[in-house]
């Protein structure tokens, strides 16, 4: 058992190692003249930082920019700090925000709005919390974008630590991502398995974030980051990493009840997601926490205790290397099993929280992801907020399918996990029998966690009685950017333009089927007005 303690510890050790050579500060611009930028901030109730945050951006020299501040109904004086720097700087624009509607997250909706006022080339999103750290640091995060190939840039910021919590746990974040991301591996493909960004600081090429369809891809979510770098890459786009600390500074979270509550906030989309929380529990707590407990409570052999030894001697010299590099206390690495322990007990507790409906409240809002609403009211509506993305996928019998909007009639999708297939019928039955042709049904399969060798099989299996396209979504290409997290099945009434106009979910009730019907109703009538004129 310790020998494969020792592994476990070996992995992020080397892995750090060889990262450590790749994760690169940006250089100084070599030219004159780079892209204008756009700064742009979602706030809620930080009067405490905004203020800060905008005076840093304002000290940038040799950058056109501008910055856009969207105020997420503060009940503190943010928005009043916004506006007196705006009366002296017309660089500085506040946008009075309303709330995210249903299905959205506060930030993402805030994003999206603050990209829809964006007036220059490239996009820089960054938290109330960060600094820009010199009147060079903007100017150097506009030139990366003279790589013309480049469209999403992210970087965790240097991280000021004022408390042992925050110096225990916020560091785990290089830990987590220079210990399992090969950047090499990154650099060299546009997988969206090696997909990476810090929410902190992200830098999107304008064009690009609107054609992938930006922050509205990840409107559920309060860990877009890696959402938005998933979808870039599914797109084909380049993504990149940098080393922040000389450009950008933060104080992500003030003591320890910040620290538990911010990291348990989005714990079911990180390390805590559906498809890491084993691999990622094993690995970090044999290779991280469990030598150092049997090395104190354990009776271990001379051959064990060694093993044991070297586990937790490779842990807490990997955490020091990057203590070391990325200048924070070296008292974190010599807590570094008590951190990591502390780690997975938080990302476990929040997703429980999310998985029963409760997900950790922040910021004096509660907060509510989209398969909340789901587990609690069975149904939502996003009435014309979302859009649908496009389909390209075979059919269970190898067809290939490609759905792009504008399309020629409304479109009906059911999509469903394995244990969703059984309510399928009772959805596609009575809307077939109400509408016939004037409806395009497709199913939509979640079918990313079957193995390759079952592929045959599962088609097999859906072609046997289904009268409909169901689309096999084999690779997460489109289930992740329509379909609620741990989701069963799900509904969608889907405008002719792409625009999401109803989304239910579980079994229809009683209600449900009018409600689907009145909706399509609706679009055909709208339609049929349209082509009358």
């Not at 333009?497 to 579980?506: D, I, M, P, Q, S």
Request: overall charge positive; proline content about 6%; charged content about 20%.
């Amino acid at each position: 058992m310790m020998m494969f303690c020792s592994a476990s510890a070996a992995l992020p050790a080397v892995m750090i190692l060889a990262n450590l050579s790749e994760y690169n500060s940006l250089p100084e611009p070599m030219v004159r003249t780079v892209p204008s930028v756009s700064v742009l901030i979602p706030a809620r109730n930080e009067e405490l930082n905004i203020r800060a945050a905008i005076e840093s951006v304002l000290q940038s020299e040799g950058v056109n920019f501008q910055v856009l501040v969207w105020d997420d109904g503060s009940t503190d004086a943010t928005a009043e700090i916004v506006r007196s720097i705006a009366m002296k700087d017309d660089r500085v624009s506040l946008l009075e925000g309303t709330p995210p509607p249903l299905g959205w997250a506060g930030k993402p909706f805030g994003c999206w709005s603050l990209a829809q006022g964006a007036k220059n080339d490239i996009l820089v999103f960054i938290d109330a919390d960060v600094r820009l750290r010199g009147s060079e640091a903007l100017a150097r995060i506009s030139a990366a974008f003279l790589r013309p190939e480049l469209d999403l840039l992210s970087g965790v910021p240097w991280q000021r630590l004022e408390t042992l919590s925050e110096v225990m746990i916020i560091p785990l974040i290089h830990f987590v991502l220079l210990g399992f991301l090969p950047l090499g591996r990154m650099r060299a493909t546009t997988d969206p398995r090696f997909a990476a960004a810090c929410g902190q600081l992200m830098v999107f090429r304008k064009r690009a974030y609107f054609e992938v369809g930006g922050h509205e891809i990840t409107r559920g979510s309060f860990h877009e980051g890696i959402g938005l770098a998933r979808a870039f890459r599914r797109a084909g786009k380049l993504t990149d990493l940098f080393d922040a600390t000389a450009v950008a500074t933060c104080r992500m979270y003030s003591g320890a009840g910040e620290v538990w509550r911010g990291f348990a906030k989005n714990a079911h989309e990180g390390l805590a997601s559906p498809k890491s929380v084993i691999p990622f529990s094993i690995l970090l707590f044999c290779g991280q926490v469990l030598p150092l407990l049997c090395l104190l409570f354990g009776n271990l052999d001379n051959l064990s205790a060694r093993w044991a030894f070297m586990s937790l001697t490779l842990g807490v010299a990997a955490r020091g290397a990057l203590a070391f590099r990325f200048k924070q206390p070296l008292v974190g690495a010599l807590l570094q099993p008590l951190a990591v322990g502390f780690l997975l007990l938080n990302q476990w507790y929040g997703a429980l929280r999310f998985l029963v409906g409760k997900p950790v409240g922040w910021r004096g809002r509660s907060l509510i992801f989209a398969g909340s609403l789901l587990l609690a009211s069975g149904n939502f509506a996003v009435a014309g907020e979302a859009r649908c993305p496009d389909l390209d996928l075979q059919d269970q019998a190898g067809v290939p399918h490609s759905v792009r909007f504008p399309r020629d009639r409304p479109l009906f999708i059911v999509a469903a996990t394995r244990s969703g297939t059984g309510k399928i019928a009772s959805w596609v039955k009575p809307i077939k029998e109400v509408f016939g042709e004037r409806v395009e049904i497709l199913g939509l399969a979640d079918v990313r966690n079957v193995p390759s060798v079952f592929h045959g099989a599962v088609r097999m299996m859906i072609k046997d009685g289904t009268q409909w396209p169901v689309l096999m979504d084999w690779e997460a290409k489109v289930v992740p950017n329509l379909c609620s997290p741990d989701f069963s099945i799900e509904v969608f009434v889907v405008d002719e333009k792409g625009n999401v106009r109803l989304c239910l979910a579980g079994a229809p009730s009683t209600g449900d089927l009018p409600k689907v019907i009145a909706e399509i109703n609706a679009i055909l009538s709208k339609a049929k007005g349209s082509k009358a004129k």
